[in-house]
């Protein structure tokens, strides 16, 4: 079974800063297969980016994702007020979906 | 836009049962594979079950298997999750959510969720 590991569990930084949030699965995944979510207190999970770096429509460009075969970056690259969240990966594909713990990122 | 509203949650003690809804104001419903996915209270999120589109294939995580079943009915837009057995550790946020089908037994990522509908399972 495929885990999803998360990393750092908590990140704090102030607006402005760029956030590298990671993902590593604990075997090699298809790229094709690997997305991240934003989610905010109270609310629903937002689809960033899907196909590890696939920006969906309407995703400001400042949110970009990379990576391959067990190791995936979700980067932020100047975070704006309402980026402060909480970030998961997901891993799909089959009809068993996993998803990583997430990161919390948190102003400092 | 695409409107999709959960529905259903409430207290149930431990043992009893529950049934969830989820409304899809899509007109391509049909189509989709949809999902429950849940949140336990300050936890992450844990993938509960997932229905096909057109042919009602069903999956399940081992944690609810023989407890929960996943339903549809595309006449009316409407998903289904029967809950049975609840547990305490079922206590959760259950939020719906539609994934496009690829084919070929695959499945995209879950690309419009509700809003959620909060169980609770205590004595």
């Known amino acids: 079974e495929i885990v999803l590991t998360q990393s750092p569990g908590t990140l704090s930084l102030s607006p402005g800063q760029g956030a590298t949030l990671s993902c590593r699965a604990s075997q090699s995944l298809s790229s094709t297969y690997l997305a991240w979510y934003q989610q905010k207190p109270g609310q629903a999970p937002r689809l960033l980016i899907y196909g590890a770096s696939i920006r969906r429509t309407g995703i400001p460009d400042r949110f970009s994702g990379s990576g391959s075969g067990t190791d995936f970056t979700l980067t932020i690259s100047r975070l704006e007020p309402e980026d402060f969240a909480v970030y998961y990966c997901l891993h799909y594909g089959s009809p068993q979906y996993i998803f990583g713990q997430g990161t919390k990122l948190d102003i400092k | 836009d695409v409107q999709i509203l959960d529905s259903g949650g409430g207290l149930v003690q431990p043992g009893g049962s529950l049934r969830l809804s989820c409304g899809d104001s899509g007109i391509t419903f049909s189509t989709y594979a949809m999902n429950w996915v849940r949140q336990a209270p300050g936890k992450g999120l844990e993938w509960v079950s997932l229905i096909s589109g057109s042919s009602g294939k069903t999956y399940y995580a081992d944690s609810v298997k023989g407890r929960f079943t996943i339903s549809r009915d595309n006449s009316k837009n409407t998903l289904y999750l029967q809950m049975n057995s609840l547990r305490v550790e079922d206590t959760a946020v259950y939020f719906c959510?539609?994934?496009?089908?690829?084919?070929?037994?695959?499945?995209?990522?879950?690309?419009?969720w509700g809003q959620g509908t909060l169980v609770t399972v205590s004595s």
């Open positions: 959510a539609k994934a496009p089908y690829y084919g070929s037994g695959t499945y995209a990522a879950l690309d419009f």
